[in-house]
Each structure stands twice: as structure tokens, then as C-alpha cells.
């Protein structure tokens, strides 16, 4: 079993920045990939980008530019930073993990408001 736990959202002005962090406890140890989706108003959730224990990164096509994930396998947490926000980039911001033995985990997420 893995919790985890989304912080760092809010209300931002456009062109403003955030740092979404999402914190892992319980059976850390059998995690392969941390993912950040995003759900906006009215949409499906979608994927922003992914990171392997190894560090290696994957992003969705419109999300490379003004997106960055990161994680620290010593503290547990993985981190999406996100530059620029835009409106359109308002949505609940949700964490999620895939262990080796092919089980999903998700993080309650976190609100993200762009708005002047």
C-alpha cells in the first residue's frame, strides 16, 4: 500500500509559477513511475508527465515547455513545477504511482487556480 499526498496548489496570477509536491509513505520502496495528471473543469484527467526511480522523463507533447518533473527518491516526493500558468492550465493536479508489481496508486490531488 502507498499513500500519497499533494500540496503546493493554489490560486496564481497568469504568468505566475508553482511547485506541485507529492509525498509518498508506506511501501515506498516497489514504486517504478510517478505521474502528475491534471483534470480541468468539465474534461477528462490527462497526463502531464512521468518520471522513473531512474530519473528518466516523460511529458505530454503540449506540456514539455512550461512543465518539469522532478523526484527525490531520498525524500519520497516527486515535484512538478510549472512556469508560465495559463488559465487553461486550471484543474485539480493529481499524483500518481505504479509500482513494479503493477499496482496504481492516487493522491487525493491538489487545486490549481490561474486566474487575474
Known amino acids: 500500500q502507498v499513500k500519497l499526498v499533494e500540496s503546493g496548489g493554489g490560486l496564481v496570477q497568469p504568468g505566475g509559477s508553482l511547485r506541485l509536491s507529492c509525498e509518498a509513505s508506506?511501501?515506498?520502496?516497489?514504486?517504478?513511475?510517478t505521474s502528475w495528471y491534471r483534470q480541468s473543469p468539465g474534461q477528462q484527467r490527462v497526463l502531464v508527465a512521468s518520471?522513473?526511480?531512474?530519473?528518466?522523463?516523460v511529458y505530454a507533447d503540449s506540456m514539455q515547455a512550461r512543465f518539469t518533473i522532478s523526484r527525490d527518491n531520498a525524500k519520497n516526493t516527486a515535484y512538478l513545477q510549472v512556469n508560465s500558468l495559463k488559465p487553461e492550465d486550471t484543474g485539480v493536479y493529481y499524483c500518481?504511482?505504479?509500482?513494479?508489481?503493477?499496482?496504481?496508486?492516487w493522491g487525493q490531488g491538489t487545486q490549481v487556480t490561474v486566474s487575474s
Open positions: 500518481n504511482v505504479k509500482t513494479g508489481s503493477g499496482y496504481e496508486y
Open positions: 518520471v522513473t526511480g531512474g530519473g528518466r522523463t
Open positions: 508506506g511501501n515506498v520502496r516497489n514504486i517504478y513511475t
